[in-house]
């Protein structure tokens, strides 16, 4: 019986320790699991993390390597239409129309994209310069007396002037403005119709010299901008002058005259709508409220000022070795587009809603919203290019004229 007490005991006390070992045993194996599925689920949230910064990674890299990949199309212009021609001929030629204008001291002549002529004019000019606004040419004897207006279909009229040609400007409706020198003032702007006949000359005997003029839409006013040297200061005035339609023809009064304080030159003036910009070497000024203001745009140095639509296309750079950069003005004088385009510039044309630029023999055609239509690498050095009949880009080359869709 003592025996058999003795073993009871033992038992009990044996019960004890085991069941407290057992106890811990499953509390251990709790906490186990809890650290186990804490780990996992940081390991998963690291993942996670990693996998959605790899892939913004990526798109940046893909859209870096995109934009370093280079033009979209690698074009070899003899490959393209048009013909070959001589060095010396091609800084003859034009683009225009459905053709090229080619220009000479002797002629002026019309030739489509095989070479052919289609007329010419026989002319006497020592420095001739061509300059294209939209459907119509110019064709002027710099510092001589001579000047030829024509279109696709032949040559207006040519016409004599009494005094030596500084510059011309064509309006939309085929007007033209002549500006002159003159030994009695300090110049002159002589105004034709489309046909030819001159129906207004203003003479700059107080306002300075005309440097350039811009017709509006319409051809209802014209803008004149003068630099008067004579007094202590330089003073910039804008003459605005009205062309109204009569039952006798035309007459061109005084509209409005602008000025400002700061002592610039306007070099190139346009209307952007009913809008009058006015740029200098490194500055946009408007007319806004009957007040010529200066902008609050940072150009350091203006290259090439071209209007597409109702909106403003600047290149310009920051100083000398500089990258150059294109800036798209819209008409709420809002910049739509800013961006470094290469070291140097060759030519810009503009089109009907399209703007083209040559850089570092790569050439970019914009819209008017900014957005690169078109991306080219050319294999030779171009000389001028312009938009042709339906948007199609004509370039004159070293080697000749090409076109490229």
């Known amino acids: 019986m003592k025996n058999n007490g003795n073993t009871k005991e033992k038992k009990a006390k044996d019960t004890k320790p085991a069941g407290t070992k057992e106890n811990a045993g499953k509390k251990e194996g709790s906490i186990s699991q809890a650290v186990i599925h804490k780990g996992l689920t940081i390991a998963v949230m ?38 070959t021609c ?19 001291s002797e002629r002026i002549a019309y030739l489509n994209l095989s070479g052919t002529e289609i007329f010419s004019q026989t002319v006497s000019y020592q420095n001739p310069q061509c300059v294209t606004f939209g459907d119509y040419v110019a064709v002027f004897d710099r510092d001589g007396y001579n000047f030829t207006v024509l279109d696709q279909d032949g040559v207006w009229y040519s016409k004599p002037t009494t005094n030596p040609i500084k510059a011309v400007q064509m309006s939309d409706d085929g007007f033209m403005a002549v500006i002159s020198g003159s030994s009695d003032s300090f110049g002159e702007v002589s105004l034709y119709d ?46 605005v002058f009205s062309i109204t339609k009569t ?7 005084d509209y409005a005259v602008f000025t ?13 709508g009913k809008k009058l910009c006015c740029f200098t070497a490194n500055a946009l000024y408007e007319v806004k409220d009957d007040t010529l203001s200066r902008m609050n745009f940072d150009f350091s140095a203006i290259g090439y000022v071209k209007k597409v639509g109702n909106n403003l296309f600047v290149t310009y750079s920051d100083g000398i070795s500089q990258l150059n950069k294109l800036a798209i003005i819209n008409s709420s004088d809002s910049v739509i587009y800013n961006s470094n385009i290469g070291a140097n510039i060759i030519c810009v044309a503009q089109g009907n809603g399209y703007y083209a630029i040559n850089v570092d023999r790569r050439i970019f055609v914009y819209n008017t919203s900014g957005v690169i239509t078109n991306d080219y690498s050319v294999d030779e050095d171009i000389i001028r290019m312009n938009f042709l009949s339906g948007n199609k880009l004509c370039v004159v080359s070293t080697s000749g004229v090409h076109t490229i869709n």
């Not at 910064?53 to 690698?74: C, N, P, T, W, Y």
């Not at 001589?86 to 000479?104: F, M, N, R």
């Not at 209802?220 to 003459?239: C, D, E, K």
């Open 260 to 272: 400002t304080d700061d002592s610039v030159i306007f070099s190139s003036i346009c209307y952007v």
């Open 247 to 253: 039952a006798k023809g035309y007459e061109v009064e």
């Open 194 to 239: 489309k046909s030819g006949n001159q129906i207004a000359v203003w003479t700059s005997y107080n306002s300075g010299f005309p440097v350039c003029c811009a017709f509006n839409s319409d051809s209802t006013l014209l803008a004149v901008s003068t630099i008067n040297t004579s007094g202590a200061v330089i003073v910039p005035l804008v003459r």
């Open 86 to 104: 001589e060095y010396s001929e091609a800084q003859k030629l034009y683009p225009y129309g459905d053709g090229v204008i080619k220009v000479t």
């Open 46 to 83: 690291i993942f996670a993390t990693l996998l959605l910064i790899s892939i913004a990674l990526i798109f940046v890299v893909s859209r870096k390597i995109e934009s370093m990949s280079g033009a979209d199309a690698q074009i070899k212009l003899s490959a393209q239409g048009g013909f």
